[in-house]
């Protein structure tokens, strides 16, 4: 699917836009746990939103390869339409799935999500490591590969890790206070000299309410919806700041097929609600 997407973009051919955007579609709508992860063991078990019958006699293991993969294809669909939604998708994944085989003392392959008794016979599965290895070598690069996004016009800020950017036209932009820690960032401008630029931050479809920003302590009146950006284009100068408030709230998803299983999550998964499919 992913060269599907790439097909599409070298020769224009646009049964292969279609194809991975159907893909991308159906997987992360049908076949996506709230995790973020998909799959039983790298393959599909039951049919579309049938996520619950595989739990009580199969393993769920949501393997990383999978992840990862459609996270190196999100980013190809939102390169063609600077759509600020495949991030809600994206992040989730990266923060809940992606993270774990980067964790420095409890990486895993996989992100078990069966009941107690399978995780013991997942700890004895050592010869997936040997197959995923490579995968988790390049966990890495997925960590900052897709903070940025830029265009002529200045930068997208799509995912709110404490990172520094320095921009061709001589700019660095830096947020810190990581979400979803803490609900709230903050970015840093610096530049050689002031210049007119595009600030395009990622309002989240998981916020509460309407989020507030303060330019250098001073609040705006402009806001923007959840799934949206909020533009601030003006001329910035060094030492100028930009505060974000992200308001959360707890909330409860369920398994599509049996409302009885539940997860609580500090962010909602909104993507299944609100994404709406393209003829």
């Known amino acids: 699917m992913i060269a599907a997407a790439r097909r599409y973009e070298i020769s224009g051919d646009a049964r292969f836009h279609d194809v991975a955007d159907f893909f991308f579609y159906e997987v992360s709508t049908a076949r996506t746990y709230v995790t973020g992860g998909t799959s039983n063991g790298e393959a599909w078990l039951a049919q579309p939103r049938q996520l619950r019958r595989r739990a009580e006699n199969e393993r769920i293991d949501a393997e990383c390869c999978c992840s990862y993969n459609m996270l190196k294809l999100a980013r190809h669909l939102y390169g063609w339409t600077a759509d600020p939604r495949y991030f ?68 997208y800020v799509n995912l709110f890790i404490p990172s520094e950017l320095n921009c061709p036209r001589g700019v660095s932009v830096a947020p810190g206070y990581p979400v979803p820690e803490q609900p709230r960032t903050a970015l840093t401008v610096t530049a050689d000299k002031p210049v007119h630029l595009a600030l395009r931050l990622r309002i989240p479809l998981w916020v509460a309410s309407d989020p507030t920003v303060k330019v250098n302590g001073k609040a705006l009146e402009a806001t923007a919806s959840p799934g949206s950006y909020l533009t601030l284009a003006r001329t910035w100068k060094k030492g100028d700041r930009v505060e974000m408030e992200l308001p959360m709230r707890l909330h409860i998803e369920v ?7 539940q997860a609580i999550s500090m962010v909602p998964w909104c993507w299944r609600a609100i994404w709406e499919r393209r003829d």
């Open 255 to 261: 398994m599509p097929d049996d409302p009885k299983v």
């Open 88 to 155: 809600d998708y994206y992040e989730r994944a990266l923060l809940n799935h992606r993270s774990a085989p980067s964790s420095p003392d409890r990486a895993h392959p996989v992100l078990p999500l069966a009941h107690p008794r399978r995780l013991e016979d997942l700890r004895h599965r050592g010869s997936i490591l040997l197959v995923l290895h490579r995968h988790g070598r390049q966990e890495y690069s997925k960590l900052t590969d897709s903070i940025y996004w830029h265009d002529d016009d200045g930068v």
